[in-house]
DNA sequence: CGAACTAGACAGATTATCTGTCTAATATGA
DNA sequence: TCATATTAGACAGATAATCTGTCTAGTTCG
């Protein structure tokens, strides 16, 4: 019968894994010479789709408030990295997309993403690495109340 | 081939999973009553071991910078969760320890976490929980550089 | 011993985050 | 159809969290 403590050792391990991601993203689109991008921005743009998302899809996505995702938005609206657009299904919404200038940020975190997870296949195994995968995304249903 | 927006996904998976983990034993902290710490004097007071962990300690693993993790100490230990003592090993540290006052927020939290993982036991089934599990610990020894 | 390193404190600034309120647009339902 | 409720997002103000930089005391190691 697990303890507490080692039930809160799962949160820690989730926790360093999605943080050794983000921070190896974010660095290596730092290192390609884009530093006028912060850390918080950088979580909210990552979650813009290719069609455009709503600030507040944003906001529930990155598990912030909408005021949060729209003051976010607009720094990254104003360094050019996203542009905002009437949403044609909904004229009180207004989808926020990415720009061309927000591109070589995008390879960056692509490229390094790539890297990262062969490592970890190397390290553990695709088929491990798979199989986390998959058990997380069935286990999504139940830590992911929206979508 | 796994595109670059595939290996993202594993990033929002390992966000979630991590922030549903997080968010609910603290709720079940404040619907214990316990209403006067923050979500990142959270963060912090988890991570404190039971002999006690210096700042130092505190902030390599919940990823911020020192400054921050002694701005947190601070504060939980004006509100009586913490107290501080001279590390007997070296007179430079001092050892954060959780009091008796914490107990209570403790076993809230402890007892969320145990039905937390009956629930995803539940639904994936123990053994591709564990595999997880398993997997994760191995992946530790790339994703946190620290011990 | 002396240089380099580590733990933590202090100061100051910036960034991220929240609650609360407001308007416009949409959806619902009698 | 019209009143009501809901939703998207903007605006204002306050607070919390976070960082960089600097400093002192203590430790480590050649």
Redesign the interface.
Known sequence: M?T??Q??E??????????????R?YDAVVAAGITDITVAQARVA??IGPDGTRVSDLAE?A?VTKQTAAYLVDQLEAAGYVERLPDPTDRRARLVRLTDHARPAIEA???E??R??D??AD??GED??S???E??????????PWR
């Open positions: 697990p507490p403590r039930q809160q799962l949160g820690v391990l989730l926790f360093v894994a999605n943080r050794s991601m983000e921070q993203a990552s979650r996505q598990r975190a692509g490229a993403l790539v990262i997870l490592e970890w390290h553990v491990r690495l199989a986390m995968f058990t997380l995304r069935d286990l999504r249903e139940l830590t992911d």
